[in-house]
């Protein structure tokens, strides 16, 4: 859809191979090439500004006028800035309790892959080892409770689930998801699972009362991890939810779905940049196997698709 | 020409108002490179003046002169026995397709229709059991497997026999959510509807888009509209922060209106698309 920032930058710089040198008109020029290419990503507004400052200074510098390529060179560098803001070169892994058992509990907005994460990290954790619990704490979407146990089921994990939520006939949702949260907790420890997924209902940035209700369960659990969950295919709201989920139940990492599409995922850099939480998984698919380490170094290469 | 009286300051903010609002880089700067044409050429220096125009310009671009009804009417067949109307809702992962399946099946069975749900996704864990509860909520029946992974053209094609032998009104058929990008789903989908269009016309195909999606819209829009032929758009989970932008440049490619909105999770929270609205959304007024 969208010419590649590569060649876009080559054009760019095409009459320039023979001078050797940038001139400030030449840096602008890849200034708004870059914006461009970061906007077509995805990538929010306010971090997009930031960015092409930072961008504009460093090819301004002498290590850009001085190079060989500067087309190249300037890539580089605007390469090497996206990959530190994503999380530069390692990503830690889980952070698992001393005293078992480790409590994740997952947050996020509707449809953005939760439950299937909790499936996700159930067979990834048993493939380690580890014994895991899913706790069944949405009982407001329909059959969220039936679609926990059934990939629980497909992960080979017990679910606790006391509440069927809002399912069948069932239309007012019996049982309080902190209270569910809080026992499944206790039902994992006195049953010794090592690791408790909670499962929680999607909620909006902008809903008061449910990002209540998920920092209730976040101090109800004292989790190890809070994974906020986000869609790869987000556009500019990114910042805003992100913002609203750091503040409300203060997540601790994030995971990235649906990266197995066609989005660029500019929302990864928004995220990683505005919050300042690393991201630390993949999900890939819709499979229980697809799911992956964050790499910055090719979420940088996708949101520059190059 | 005059210069017009606004700063570069300006400029940019009004860009960005719309960036913001995932209208996307190409339509937003196409958008602001005309105003300043307009703007200079009739001598506008009001700031107020030229967010109206803005505002103007969008409109025209969402255009309100759209016929943005469903074709939820049963018709005649060649026999003369009524055919139900089919819609068949289809999409990306996690939009809001089922949802919107029990929405509009509680606004046709206000209007006096008679509904039924054909679950067509067999493939999501618990799908076919999210569409009952939906179907118990709004008191209609559904059409579903009970076996994991059955074919689901065999189940839209039941749900449709269903919906002709029951001499129903309308036949909603829900799919699993699908990315665009993977050919083997989007086949799958495109037999879906040549089993479907055997039994009875495909009326209405609605492309479910979350209004919190960017560019990726748009990509959405081109495979969707080509294997699938859609005939409108639902955009939902507006009552966010996110306003859907990326549905002015939908329309466009697709050729096809906006013709709902979802505004929550609950069974009525589903509402006609209103074009001056949705452009005040996007303005941020
Ligand atoms: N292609 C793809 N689909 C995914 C991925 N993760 C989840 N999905 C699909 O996205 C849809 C929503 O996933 P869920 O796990 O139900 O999302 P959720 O966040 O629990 O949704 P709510 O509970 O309704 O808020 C389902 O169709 C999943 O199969 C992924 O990484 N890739
Ligand atoms: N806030 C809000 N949430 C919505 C809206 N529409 C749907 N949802 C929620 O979004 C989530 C996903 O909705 P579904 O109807 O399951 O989406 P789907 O497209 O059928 O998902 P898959 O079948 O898994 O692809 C659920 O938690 C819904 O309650 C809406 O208009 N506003
Ligand atoms: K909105
Ligand atoms: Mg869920
Ligand atoms: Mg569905």
Redo the contacts between chains.
Sequence with gaps: MFATLSDRLTSTFKNLRSRGRLSEADIDATVREIRRALLDADVAVPVVREFAAAVRERALSVEVSGALNPAQQVVKIVNEELVAILGGEGQRGLALAKNPPTVIMLAGLQGAGKTTLAGKLALHLKEKGHTPLLVAADLQRPNAVTQLKVVGERAGAPVYAPHSGVAGEDEVPTGDPVAVARAGVETARSREHDVVIIDTAGRLGVDAELMAQARDIRDATQPDEVLFVIDAMIGQDAVATANAFAEGVDFTGVVLSKLDGDARGGAALSVARVTGRPILFASTGEKLTDFEAFHPDRMASRILDM | LSRDHLSEDDWDELE?TL????V???PSAGLIDALRTQVRVHGVSDPVQVRAMLRSALLDLVDPSLDRSLATDPTLGEDGARVPSVVLVVG?????K?TTV?KLARVLVAEGSDVVLGAADT????AA??L???G??VGVPVVRSHKDGADPAAVAFDAVRHGRTEDVDVVLVDTAGR????SGLMDELGKIRRVIEKEAPLREVLLVL??????????QARVFGEVAGVTGIVLT?L?????G??VVAVQRELGVPVKLVGLG?GPDDLAPFEPEAFVDGLLGD
């Design positions: 960005e960036l913001l609002a995932d996307g880089a190409g990306v992962n996690g939009t809001g089922t029990g493939f999501r864990a618990a059991d999210q009952e509860t939906w118990s909520r990315l665009q990008n993977k979350d209004a919190t999606t960017g560019q990726n819209g748009l990509m989970k009552d966010g922060t996110a306003k932008g990326i999770e």
